[in-house]
C-alpha cells in the first residue's frame, strides 16, 4: 500500500548560513525555527546573525531607536520599526535594525499576516566597518528596491554614512557647518553626528528638536495627514 504523503510527514530543512534560496523556501524555514532571532535573505543568500555585544551593537542601535522614536512621537503618520522583517522582492527578505516608513501613501505597507512589503523610505543599519554586508550586497538590494535613505553605523570605525537615493545612485549626505546631517525625506529628521557617535543623546535630542520645530515639518506632518 502506497504511503500517502501529508504536511506531517515532509521534513522541511533548517536554514544555513550560505543557503541559497527564493522568498518562499526562506519564509518557511525561518518560521519553524522560532529559536533564531534573526536571519536575513538577501541576494537570494541566508545570512545567520550572530550573538550582538552591548558596545558594538547593543547600544548603538539603542541610541538610534532613542532618536527616531522621539521624531515619530512629534510626527503623526509615520511608523519606526525595530528588526521588522521586509519582504523587498523574491530574493530579498532583510531584518534591518531600524526602519522609518510613512504609513499611509508611502512606498510600504503591512501586509494581512503583519510583515513590511516594500520599500521603507528609511532603513538603518548597524555594522561592524566598511568590509560589512551592510556597504556591499544590501546596499545593493536597498538601492534595487527604491529604499529613498539608508543610514549606516560603522562601528569600529566610528562613522556614519547616510545615504539619499538620487538617479538610482546612493549619494552620501553632507553634515552642514555644525555637523548636523538633515533628512531630505523625512523634513526635521536632523542629526547631530559627533553627538551620536559620542554617546550624547541630550544633544542629539536637543538638535532633533530644532529639526521638529521648522516649518518644513509643520508642512510635512500636515501633508501625510491628508492621506489618513
Not at 111 to 117: A, F, I, L, M, N
Amino acid at each position: 500500500m502506497t504511503q500517502s504523503i501529508t504536511k506531517s510527514t515532509i521534513k522541511i530543512p533548517l536554514l544555513e548560513n550560505g543557503d541559497r534560496l527564493t522568498r518562499l523556501e526562506f519564509e518557511t524555514r525561518y518560521q519553524q525555527m522560532t529559536h533564531v532571532k534573526k536571519a536575513e535573505l538577501i541576494e537570494g543568500i541566508v545570512y545567520m546573525g550572530s550573538p550582538l555585544r552591548i558596545n558594538k551593537h547593543g547600544n548603538p542601535h539603542g541610541r538610534i531607536m532613542t532618536w527616531l522614536g522621539t521624531y515619530e512621537a512629534y510626527t503623526q503618520g509615520v511608523q519606526i520599526g525595530d528588526n521588522c522583517t521586509v519582504r523587498l522582492d523574491p530574493e530579498n527578505e532583510p531584518q534591518p535594525d531600524a526602519l522609518l516608513r510613512i504609513e499611509k501613501g508611502g512606498q510600504s505597507i503591512v501586509s494581512e499576516d503583519g510583515y513590511v512589503e516594500g520599500a521603507p523610505e528609511l532603513i538603518v543599519e548597524i555594522a561592524a566597518s566598511t568590509v560589512s554586508i551592510d556597504l556591499h550586497d544590501k546596499l545593493k538590494a536597498y538601492r534595487r528596491n527604491q529604499v529613498q535613505e539608508y543610514l549606516v553605523w560603522r562601528v569600529d570605525d566610528n562613522e556614519i554614512d547616510w545615504f539619499r537615493l538620487k538617479n538610482e545612485k546612493y549619494i552620501k549626505l553632507q553634515a552642514d557647518e555644525n555637523g548636523i546631517i538633515k533628512s531630505e525625506i523625512y523634513p526635521g529628521l536632523w542629526l547631530e553626528l559627533t553627538a551620536l557617535l559620542n554617546g550624547d543623546l541630550v544633544k542629539v535630542l536637543e538638535v532633533l528638536k530644532q529639526g521638529i520645530d521648522t516649518l518644513e515639518h509643520k508642512n510635512f506632518c500636515q501633508k501625510i495627514s491628508i492621506n489618513d
